[in-house]
């Protein structure tokens, strides 16, 4: 048999001729069968028998002759020649009826697509391109899931999860994206408060926000019109085309009007994931009535219709999403996480995207795979930690308790797969990559018995490989599993060998024999309308019927290792009742027909695309990122975004139409590691981590330099472009700033290479430029872990001489983590930074001198990048600024002044943020996840955080939170007597002048009562806090201040103390960094203990040691010579030596010296003295 394959590149199909194939296997109804009754216990698995006469096959080569069937899992027969699949007929396009919400009768929008034009290097841009020219510069719960009366509202959710009418009680409001505020801990410090039991990071703030509105961001009135079909230019191997006029498209985008109506409490909203997780198969959610995929993007469910280039988000998990599942009719969704803490399974309503059912701590660390019974009440989960559990849950009732579990050895592997058999749902597999497990649920008395079949590669004198898939074949006792070597496992019951067919359940199995189906892996098994699908590591999907004989063979498909296919749910299928005609032939002599639903496939390359047999179209659906998302930028005037990855993919996307515009793939070794673009939009600047710098054409992503700047030998870690786009700095993992210098000019290159300076002796942390005050001109800083802010000499640089105008450490024990020019809210100009110890500084732009401390969010880990968001008038409209830390991404209103209130955070990537970035007009904010390949769209709501920042109080009222036990707490009546005391203090203890009391107190006396109240700052800490007093207002006055209400005290004190109190970690960690040793038992000797007071950190003198140790040791009175104390130093030696050990450890120092007591265990109360 002979047959002819034409792939026509240019429309994506691939045409095939061959012979006619075999008739089609009728469809077979899965049914529930009544659960067999076995009482049998959890007990060791039987030795498997080795059968002498078992007979495997090898795969056959496509292009020979079929031969008849026999059953080959019966060790009898080989398999039938599998013949290559026929991809031919016209191309015709999937025809939704619904959408996400009802919608009224609209016309679609016209809208013309432009032809992608093939650059070098992989690019595609539109064409025609006309770049402009760049000028000179001047400067709900149902009763059953079966129930069809059981309704839910036909309205759209909000990304935050809402619970839908009818849904059990302790189901609450879940929210992945959750606005989290600090409040005051039990002893005055600042933490995160917990959450309450079966409840997601509530808010916390003393005040409670706004209440959520349940409004969809993406619910669009029904006059809007539809966008048009997937065009051709997005199939395979091409990138979407964008609409040449800028129309508006129902869903894809909302009119202004339309999206300040549909945003919540929130003051940040997700509306669009551009991204996906491959290492989480997709679900294919499409019926005869609408076209949707399901996908995985960090800890958001993406239900993305890709017939309206729309996405509903499904939020409510705190960790990255680690399995989904999907019933047999696609009606009910479930969804797991893994992680550290709150990890939980949701359970949704396809129909309204509303969750039904959350299950709590259904495992240890999370649930690594899950599946659903084909009636869908049913749910079975595996564990992430181990040891691994099992469990089963009947989620359409009450409760969070498992009906019944077992618990898996570790020695079995992670079992990362588990599927109900469709025929009797009380028999259950898994797998790991080592060992297949078989269960036997017992309904009626809530246990589970299962068996782990030994299988090695000595049993059948051949290698099995890693397990990777396992089904179970309809109608009988055996199962199938899948390896990474492409060989099948056959299992079937270990039971003595008759002559009549047993078809009898049971988990007691053995391997029956191991066929070779062919060489590359097979990521993919399952079984669909009585046919064996598989996809491998080819990237080929292949059919066999139930005698593994070959039926069909998709291949030519092109977009990687399959590793999840997924097939449309039609309620009325029939074979024999429909029209084969277009269908593809099968692979047997007959040739017949071989009509089949239409199905999704997914690649480990992160593409998904449908194939409708009937025609054999191939569309690619969605072609995103496979490697690490650490580049995002905005385009500084138009609605484009540009995402740049590790596998060397950049893509400029249209973030209102939800298009890409164009892409290029570099060259294998150019990872992406940042971008910036110029603030006129021109040229985009990439750093690789090879250490290459390229500068692009913004439009069509085409090289600017003919010369490639290759200077750094490590990773280009930040770059920036001056205001006036005449400037290009780079930093890389050398702590080294590189510099580049704009050329104009027919003969010239644009760019070129002015010097590098390594200014720094530890990382950079970040990059900057800003402009002069008196002129228009650029200074450009870097900001180093070393604590040292380096300004650079642009102007009197030259080739290969990068000059420096000043070098400032600005920290003393903080370090700084990134940097910003603060906005013009006053006369006086700052630079604003962030450090690890929670705090923001704002520096004078030409002093560098720390001009103000505020308490900055503190939301779990210190922030990793800040950034103003843009106004359309910096001077007149209100500012505020975004930042990311590890996790989470906030809000923050400025002036900075330490209130609480003002700021939001939510969990934006579990795995990590890496980059932040916002929209040109301030509308809207993009972060990278780094490993989780995505990059999340937020819309950005002003009027939510002003709201919260008006309900948690004005004046002084939000700082009194921040202090234990608040305005009528014990601390804040210490203060007021420390208040009094030190106005006594100031005007002398023993005076006989009449007392001035007064509301305010010398600024000489604050640092005492900050020590009274427990804050011991260092004498650089004391100069910032009193310089910050002192010129507060000389801008606007021209005087000092010189003193101080207590009000003004309060935020002072609010905004100086650490964050989180002195703990004995950080003592600890000094000691072992002066020891020189790692451990509990790590000590000083004394004289380098003294000798190390004086000479390291501040200076202090002999003198003031006796001093502060002898009052210490309590031979002095309380406060020393600062209250009238004269102290004498004659007997301080003895004193000293005669008091402290030879070795000082940390217990000694901060239990004996100061006085802490950490080490101190508590009272152990004697019960039978109690009863007695």
Not at 703 to 732: G, K, N, P
Not at 880 to 899: C, E, F, R
Not at 985 to 1003: E, F, P, S
Not at 1140 to 1154: E, Q
């Amino acid at each position: 048999m002979a047959s002819t394959v034409e792939t026509d590149l240019n429309t994506e199909k691939v045409t095939e001729t061959s012979e006619p194939a075999a008739p089609a296997a009728n469809d077979a109804a899965v049914t529930d069968q009544p659960p067999a009754a076995s009482g049998a216990e959890v007990g060791e698995p039987e030795a498997s028998q080795k059968e002498e006469s078992l007979v495997t096959s090898e795969a056959p080569k496509p292009g020979t002759p079929a031969e008849p069937a026999k059953s080959d899992l019966d060790g009898q027969t080989t398999l039938a020649e599998p013949t290559k699949s026929n991809l031919e007929g016209q191309t015709t396009a999937d025809e939704a009826t619904e959408n996400f919400e009802s919608t009224t009768d609209a016309s679609k929008a016209d809208i013309s697509s432009s032809v992608d034009t093939p650059l070098t290097d992989g690019t595609k841009a539109l064409t025609p391109i006309t770049k402009p020219v760049e000028p000179i510069p001047e400067g709900s719960k149902p009763a059953s899931p079966q129930d069809p009366k059981s309704t839910t509202p036909q309205h759209e959710v909000e990304p935050v999860a809402q619970q839908a009418e009818g849904t059990k009680s302790t189901t609450p409001q879940i929210d992945g994206n959750k606005s989290v505020t600090p409040q005051a801990s039990e002893k005055g410090n600042l933490s995160a408060a917990t959450s309450p039991t079966k409840t997601l990071n509530p808010q916390v703030s003393p005040t409670p926000p706004p209440t959520a509105q349940t409004v969809d961001p993406l619910s669009v009135p029904s006059t809007q019109p539809k966008p048009p079909p997937v065009t051709a230019s997005s199939q395979l191997g091409q990138e979407p085309s964008t609409p040449s006029s800028p129309q508006k498209t129902a869903l894809s985008m909302l009119s202004e009007a339309d999206e300040a109506n549909i945003i919540t409490g929130n003051a940040l909203n997700m509306v669009w994931s551009f991204g996906l997780n491959k290492a989480i198969p997709m679900v294919n959610l499409s019926t005869d009535s609408r076209s949707i995929i399901m996908y995985a993007c960090a800890h958001t469910g993406i239900c993305y219709n890709f017939e309206n280039n729309t996405q509903k988000l499904l939020q409510g998990h705190n960790n990255n999403i680690s399995s989904i599942c999907v019933s047999e009719d696609k009606r009910w969704l479930a969804t797991a996480d893994k992680g550290p803490n709150n990890c939980m399974v949701i359970i949704w309503d396809t129909n309204t995207f509303f969750p039904v059912q959350t299950i709590f701590d259904a495992g240890d660390q999370g649930v690594l795979a899950l599946a659903l019974t084909p009636d869908a009440r049913y749910l079975a989960t595996i564990s992430a930690g181990a040891p691994q559990v099992l469990c089963i849950w009947d989620w359409t009732i009450e409760g969070d308790t498992a009906l019944c579990s077992a618990t898996l050895n570790p020695s079995y592997g992670v079992q990362n797969f588990v599927l109900f058999n469709p025929d009797d749902t009380t028999q259950i597999v898994s797998n790991s990559d080592s060992q297949v497990i078989f269960y036997a649920w017992d309904q009626e008395n809530g246990s589970i018995e299962y068996f782990c079949p030994p299988l090695t590669d000595e049993d059948f004198n051949k290698p099995v490989g890693k397990y990777t898939q396992s089904i179970f074949l309809e109608n009988t006792n055996k199962c199938l599993t899948s390896t990474s070597i492409g060989n099948l496992v056959v299992w079937a019951s270990n039971k003595p060998l008759t002559k009549a067919i047993d078809n009898e359940p049971t988990p007691n199995k053995k391997a029956l024999k191991l066929v070779k189906v062919q060489d590359r892996g097979i990521n993919v098994l399952m079984v669909v309308d009585s046919q064996i699908v598989m996809g491998d590591m080819n990237g080929h999907v292949k059919l066999f019927d139930q005698n593994l004989n070959l039926v069909h063979w998709y291949q030519d498909l092109n977009i990687g290792p399959i590793n999840a296919i997924s097939f449309t749910y039609i309620e009325k299928w029939s074979l024999e009742q429909m029209d084969t005609h277009d269908y593809p032939n099968d692979c047997s002599l007959v040739a017949k027909a071989l009509p089949m639903r239409s199905f999704v496939i997914g690649s480990t390359q992160s593409v998904y695309a449908q194939i409708t047999p009937r025609g054999t179209d191939i569309n690619v659906i969605l072609r995103n990122h496979d490697s690490p998302i650490h580049s995002v930028i905005t385009h500084p005037s138009e609605k484009k975004v540009y995402i740049g990855s590790y596998s060397g993919l950049l893509q400029i996307w249209d973030y209102q139409l939800r298009v890409v515009i164009a892409s290029r793939k570099f060259e294998k070794g150019y990872m992406i590691q940042c971008m910036a673009i110029d603030p006129r939009g021109f040229y985009i600047a990439v750093g690789f981590t090879n250490g290459v710098v390229k500068v692009l054409d913004a439009l069509n992503l085409q090289d600017e330099d003919t010369e490639v700047f290759r200077y750094a030998r490590d990773a280009i870690t930040h770059i920036s472009f001056s205001h006036d786009s005449q400037f290009l700095a780079t930093a890389d993992g050398e702590f080294t700033t590189t510099l580049f210098k704009r050329q104009y000019g027919t003969d010239v290159q644009p760019w070129v290479y002015i010097g590098r300076h390594r200014a720094h002796y530890k990382e950079i942390k970040d990059v900057c430029f800003g402009i002069e005050l008196d002129s228009n001109k650029p200074r450009l800083l870097t900001l180093g872990k070393d604590r040292n802010l380096v300004e650079y000499d642009l102007e009197n640089s030259h080739k290969d001489h990068l000059l420096l105008l000043g070098k400032d450490r600005i920290e003393q024990s903080a370090v700084p983590q990134c940097i910003a020019w603060y906005p013009p809210l006053n006369k006086e100009h700052f630079i604003v930074t962030a450090n690890d110890q929670y705090k923001f500084k704002l520096y004078n732009v030409t002093t560098k001198r720390c001009r103000k401390t505020v308490l900055g969010p503190t939301y779990g880990s210190p922030l990793k990048k800040i950034c103003i968001l843009p106004t359309a008038d910096e001077v007149n409209d209100k500012q505020y600024m975004v930042y990311i830390n590890d996790d989470k991404v906030g809000l923050q209103i400025l002036p900075l002044d330490g209130n609480p209130h003002n700021s939001m955070a939510l969990v934006a990537h579990p795995g990590g943020v890496t980059n932040l970035a916002t929209s040109f007009d301030g509308k809207y904010l993009f972060t990278a996840g780094g490993p989780d390949t995505s990059v999340h769209m937020w819309h950005i709501n002003i009027n939510a955080l002003e709201a919260q920042s008006k309900l948690g109080g004005e004046d002084l009222v939000p700082f009194y939170g921040l202090m234990e036990g608040g305005r009528e707490g014990e601390l804040f009546a210490e203060l007021e007597d420390y208040f009094y005391y030190a106005q006594l203090r100031h005007q002398g203890i023993n005076t006989m002048m009449k007392r001035q009391v007064d509301v305010k107190i010398a600024l000489s006396e604050v640092p005492y009562v900050m020590r009274a109240m427990g804050f011991y700052p260092s004498e650089q800490e004391v100069e910032d806090m009193l310089n910050e007093v002192k010129f507060s207002r000389y801008v606007e006055t021209g005087e000092d201040v010189t003193d101080i209400d207590l009000g003004a005290f309060i935020k002072l004190y609010i905004n100086h103390r650490p964050a989180f109190g002195l703990s004995h970690e950080k003592i600890a960690w000094c000691f072992d960094v002066l020891s020189g040793f790692s451990s509990e038992e790590s000590s000083i000797k004394r004289g380098k203990f003294l000798d190390l007071l004086q000479r390291k950190g501040e200076h202090m003198t002999e003198y003031e040691l006796s001093e502060y140790l002898t009052t210490l040791l309590g031979y002095n009175d309380e406060g020393g010579s600062c209250e009238e104390h004269v102290f004498d130093p004659t007997e301080a030696g003895s004193i000293i030596v005669d008091n402290l050990p030879i070795d000082m450890s940390t217990k000694t120092f901060t239990d004996d010296l100061l006085g802490f007591g950490f080490y101190q265990q508590p009272d152990i109360l004697d019960l039978e003295a109690v009863d007695t």
